[in-house]
């Protein structure tokens, strides 16, 4: 008696091969629709599915496998006698392998004017239904959903001629990844479409690539990047040139990503350790990348750079001049990248920045959870500042206090930055109180000669008027922080004992 073996895929990549290979090892197979026309034009004998279920396929083809005939031969125990029995008394052959793979959903609402009707088309239904069936009973069925296994199967049919269970069981905690993926992939689509979280938190990701190691040697790490990754994201982005990616490159490098979005002018932004080092804003890339190199040249040392505009040869020649770790841009010209590609390390990354679709949550692994927020895409309006001092800031201090305050959201709290209307003079982050962040801010920008004015930006309000005095005994005229402690008064006093104008965001931006 021939094995039996059912196809129905919607990729039909190496189908007819694997088909082939399996006739050639006694199976016969019974396929659905469009399979079975592929593989019947190459010349391979099939069975029509109807001619198992005795039943034609119905309702547009959402109802031809979802049958007895078909199931039964999936889920049938052949180690215990009574399933025999009940498979000869309703004349049920048994399927010893399935090969199925799903309608292309994702496919489908990745393209920009798909509609729900078209979306909801593409969920997949018997598909997944037969993978579970013969994933559930991979004792006596192999279940296969990825194009990969079909040469790995038909080693085995050959050498032994069924598939080993070890083989069996691989296939199956396969297909429930790839169900389970699936399902989550539908419900982030109808999540999309909400504007609060849902009450079940269902996510799907597929490994990008394994990694080194993670934050440190001793961490095993992988990179995972969303089904639908955005172009404009560090898992949508591609590397043209250098060694992979490390755990702390890729963090760092979406970190540079979110800051450098924030500026529409030719920016480039130097991130050392998930903090901003130097942000630098000028009407040419090249000028923009010297304000950013002069912000901090210490730290910018093994840095990674962001740069919202081409890459040209010009500024190119600058950044090779220096250890970097990764370059990310929206394009690089010729000359770019032979100047830059001679450092054969240097990690290259092209993010298309024009697609602007913002990314909606935010996801952080806690012991035992996950925590989840909206991601911090609020912009900035000078319309909701409130000047809160005697003084109020002069035209030059507003676009000071603007750069400042667009920085000032990225950087580890409690963050403090400093800027005149063009770069970054000094970043104190990541501190136990806020008067030290300010003080760190205060001695980077010391080392700098500025004749344009500078602004200081607090990502929280200050809980007392320390942070103020300090900054006005050094110079700083403009202040703006979201506001709100109950000492509110005290800083506002200060502020306007020494002359200091200080607005108020009522918008805060902790990053922890």
């Known amino acids: 008696m021939k094995k039996r073996a059912l196809i129905s895929v919607s990729d039909k990549t190496g189908i007819v091969e694997f088909a082939k290979g399996l006739q050639a090892v006694g199976f016969e197979i019974v396929s659905t629709g469009g399979t079975r026309q592929a593989l019947t034009e190459a010349g391979i004998s099939t069975i029509d599915i109807e001619a198992v279920t005795g039943f034609p396929e119905m309702l547009d ?34 399927i010893e392998l399935v090969v199925v793979n799903l309608y292309p959903f994702a496919k489908t609402i990745a393209q920009a004017d798909v509609v729900e009707a078209q979306a909801i088309e ?27 296994d079909y040469a790995h199967v038909l080693s085995e049919l050959n050498e032994i001629e069924k598939t080993s269970f070890q083989t069996r069981r691989n296939l199956a905690m396969k297909v429930f990844q790839h169900t389970a993926s699936y399902d989550a992939m ?16 269902v996510l799907s990701y597929t490994q990008k690539q394994p ?73 040419t890339l090249t000028q923009a990348f010297e304000k950013a190199y002069a912000a901090d040249p210490v730290s910018i040392f093994g840095g990674i750079i962001a740069c919202n ?5 010009h500024v190119a020649e600058q950044m090779s001049r220096l250890f970097l770790e990764v370059i990310l841009a929206p394009e690089y010209t010729a000359q770019a990248r032979e100047i830059l590609e001679k450092k054969k390390n240097l990690r290259l990354l092209q993010i298309d920045l ?15 959870g996950m925590l989840v927020q909206a991601v911090d895409v609020r912009k900035t309006e000078i319309s909701d500042w409130e000047v809160v001092t005697d003084r109020t800031p002069s035209e030059e201090e507003i676009e000071a206090l ?68 300090v900054a006005a005994t050094n110079g700083i005229k403009a202040i703006i922080q979201p506001g709100g402690s109950i000492k509110d008064q005290e800083s506002i006093d200060m502020a306007n004992k ?11 931006h902790f990053r922890h």
């Not at 007895?68 to 052949?78: C, E, K, R, T, V």
């Not at 969920?123 to 990969?148: E, W, Y």
């Not at 539908?186 to 938190?201: M, N, R, S, T, V």
């Not at 024009?354 to 035992?368: D, H």
């Open 61 to 94: 083809g959402r109802v031809k496998t979802l049958h007895p005939m078909i199931h039964g031969g999936l889920l049938a125990d052949l180690s215990k006698t009574g399933h025999h029995e009940a498979l000869e008394k309703m004349n049920i052959v048994p």
């Open 122 to 148: 593409q969920i997949d239904i018997g598909g997944p239904s037969m993978l579970r069936s013969a994933a559930k009973n991979f004792a006596h069925v192999t279940a296969i959903v990825d194009q990969q």
């Open 186 to 201: 539908i419900a982030q689509y109808f999540i999309g479409h909400e504007a609060h979280l849902p009450e079940k938190l």
């Open 211 to 283: 990694l080194r190691y993670g934050e440190n040697p001793h961490q095993e790490a992988a990179f995972f990047a969303q089904e639908q990754a955005n172009a404009d994201t560090i898992a949508g982005a591609k590397q043209l040139h250098g060694k992979a990616l490390s755990y702390n490159n890729i963090k760092d490098a979406d970190a540079a990503l979110q800051i450098v979005k924030e500026f529409q002018k030719p920016t480039v932004v130097a991130v050392k350790h998930m903090n901003p080092c130097g942000v630098g804003s000028a009407e």
């Open 309 to 313: 505009q081409v890459v040209d040869a």
């Open 354 to 368: 024009s697609t602007k679709k913002p990314e909606t949550w935010e996801y952080t692994s806690v012991s035992g």
């Open 402 to 469: 603007l750069f400042a305050w667009r920085t000032v959201k990225h950087v580890k709290s409690n963050a403090i930055v400093l800027a005149d209307h063009t770069q970054t003079l000094g970043i104190g982050a990541g501190q136990m109180n806020r008067v030290g962040s300010v003080e760190i801010a205060l001695n980077q920008a010391k080392e700098k000669e500025t004749h344009t004015t500078v602004a200081l930006a607090s990502d929280a309000f200050f809980p007392m008027s320390d942070s103020v005095e």
């Open 498 to 508: 020494y002359g200091v104008t200080m607005i108020f965001t009522h918008s805060r």
